[in-house]
């Protein structure tokens, strides 16, 4: 603990910055409820990293009191990867908008299904591409028109959810910025699992989107929990099938109703940084970032001859 | 005596076996004490195309090939005629027998244009379009021929497996007795090519022992060539010198995507994921592995090592012209964040896939304009295996030091040059450390406070501060203020006067040769060592002329660059690319205009017999722009 906080409780994960969103944005109650889970989990500041892409919502990591970066439009994903693989230890944050995410970044997402590092993807749905103005973001169900669009989306709409489970990733939810509780509640389940997460959380626009309103979500999320029955996590490789199916057929639905809580939990994936334990000597003690390179005089502790014995000629 | 010098060419089908050909001829030519040189050419594709690797042999270490070839190894009857033109008077082509009926027009892996090219320097001799006719081209050109019944002597000598496995072998083993290597060398050669396998060294040694039968019968035998003792080396190529070299210099993690010809270094690097350590490595200090991540794409590979390097490890990426051009943003963000990264760009020949195989430096504009706007970042370049090495280190302290991203161009053909390394210094370069932050409490990763430039750098994991491409504040914030902008864009760039002050002399632009010289050449990356070669050839012939080598482009050493050139009197541009982009550099940052140019980017490496004829034309005032041609 370097912060010179004692009681880990007490942190202040929010810092002074001022927050220049809309009035009314969904991505308060995103801020809110990160706060809340860190806070929740104790988390040593020093251990948790946010990392975000460009948009309304890639401006979070600075309204956090915690190592923040704020990177290039669609690239999160990559930044997080190279964080978390070279220094395990830390819990990675990615905020990323669904332009950010599922359009210029798309590769990356579907990308880190297949690694599952352990980075946890919270995915600000607003189906809009807020920071430039209201155009269709890819989560815009084809033939909506919200009130930047010239006309109605000519485009159809990528479900997160399918995408996210279809890609890989271990750990998958929605949830909605209204419901802080369990947004919070959510979030610190997705950072105590091992592989990556995506967290997709519906997120009201109320400058550029006037059809997905905070009062239509209201009217129409429920939580998966509140069915008792529902247990979406894997903790034996044969329940997966069954699992996955289940939760994948549940994201379909939308509309009328739309439901938000975890979807899908696989405990039984190993994730890259494991799987990178079992070929790299020492690497989850010795990372790269806790590795000394240099001698104590500055020189290379790297015996070249040894290391590359196949090119030696003698 | 005559020095030993054997300038040799084995072709065949890609795919085909050549490589391990070489790797024979090679160790068995290293393990009598000999030096190799060869540099490898192919196409884009994985079988059976035609591919070939170009060497000389001599005692002291060449620098440099020649044209034309002294013995030509066809392991495929394409070879014949796709290196028509690399044979002269008095070289010896080796071929199979059997190569004897094949008509020309079988030859389906020779691309229209080469074989355009053939049949009408056939038809305008003419001569038959078949083996048969590009023999009689060799023998009324004063080629000797050399027949070889390749699948007599391997069924008559080995039973295991089909003659054809045997073929390369036999091309070897051909190939060494024709010039003479006593033959337990030829066996050593076999021994070290197959290390792991007695049952196939056998059997391979018994068609080396049919091909020094076949040549002592024959009147081809040749006089034995003196051997020397063998000192220990490493035999390497640019891209395993390089990646040799970056992880003597601490990377500790690495990224790509795969891409000709860069990805040799990474995945080199994947096999050695469990690096050595020197045996005075304290305890504490040798546990350590390396990361290697093969990304979905280059935009990955830039940001994921922009990364990790955020948590205060030694990062890079190795990538090509293509991907390169999609690393662009990744790079400016690195500059603008102060992210120390290092970013090792194999240049092939352009533009978009251009040549992919093939060699080019055609990106060193694009290199020193990457990315939008204005950002510090280093742009250095290496020409010879020690440079991929120790250039390899320096890359990864340059970052460190200046926390900017380091731009280490290498191109394909020094990239793919198999050179023999006789001494790798543990201790040339000294590991150099970012600046470290002793305050954690309100840590200010952009601090002001610094004359250099140079700001506390900032580890994830131990220290709380913000990070983004936007113009930010001392911490790290957006900050849109007119005078704060002011203030972090000097800030930044300062960091690139600090380095220029910092970097020596010797690591930014060497001057080879006499100082007062009547040619100077100028040029970067592979063709130092041959320019090298070629100033002793001219020395030889009573030419003064000498080298100004350029090694960093950014920051640029323009004052002694100015210096020099205005001293100089015929100046002569070489590089490969058609625009003479170092020559413009030059322009741009010294005001001095070169004139005379000698340039290649038809994707093949320069050879000193072709540049000492372009020479010559310049000198004679024949010309001012000279464009290389030659190269299969
Ligand atoms: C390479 C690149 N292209 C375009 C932009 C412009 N741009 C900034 S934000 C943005 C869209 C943001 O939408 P989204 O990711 O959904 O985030 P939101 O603002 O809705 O949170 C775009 C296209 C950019 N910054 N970089
Ligand atoms: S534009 Fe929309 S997403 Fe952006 S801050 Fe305003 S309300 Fe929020
Ligand atoms: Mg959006």
Redesign the pocket.
Known sequence: MQKGVEDKGKYNFRNNITIDWCPGCGDFGIVSAVTQALSNMKMDPDDVVAVS??????KTPHYLNIAGVHT??GRAIPYAVGVKLSNPNLNVLVM?????LLS?GAGHFVGEGRRNSGVKVIL?N?S?????KGQA?PTLPLGEKVKSLARPNIMGKINPITLAMASGYSFVARAFSSEIKQLSYIIERAIKHEGSAVIEVLQP?PTYNDVNTLDWYRQRVYKLEDDKSWDPVVNKKEEDEEKFDTGYRKSLEWGDHIPIGIFYENNTIPSYTNRLAGIVPEYLKYPPALQEVADKDGYTIVDPIKTFSEKDVE | MQETDINLLVGGPQGGGIDSAANMISMAFSLAGYNIYGIREFHSNIKGRHSYIHFRIMHERPKSLKYPVDIMVALDPDTLFEHMFDVAKGSKVVYDSAFNTFNLKNARMITSDTMGRIQDELAEKNLSFDVKGVLDYFKSTGIDVIAIPFDKLINENVHDGPANRYYNTLGAGTTLALLGLDEEHADDGIKFAFKKKPKVVESNIKVIRAAYDYVEKSPLKVATLPTYPAIPRMLLTGNDATALGKLMGGLRFQTYYPITPASDESTLLESHEDMKFLQNADKIVNKAGLVVVQCEDELSAINMANGAALTGTRSATATSGPGFSLMA?GIGYAGMTEIPVVITFYQRGGPSTGLPTRNGQADLLFALNTGHGEFPKMVISSGDMEECIYDGMKSLNYAQRYQMPVIHLIDKTLANTMDLVPEIDVKKVKIVKYNENTNHENFKRYSLDTENGISPYGVFGKDIFWMTGDEHDELGHVTEDSAMRDKMMEKRMQKLVTADREIPLEDKAVLYGDENADITYVTWGSQKSLLIDTISELKKQGISANLLYLRMFEPFPAEYVAKVLKNSHLIIDVESNMTGQAAKVIRMFTGINIENFILKYNGRHMTLDEVLKSTKNIMEKKTALEVLQEGS
């Open positions: 892409g460009i948009g309304c919502s890639g290039l439009h990323g908008g669904d332009g950010d210029i600000y607003n809009v591409y807020g920071l430039t973001a626009c | 943003e």
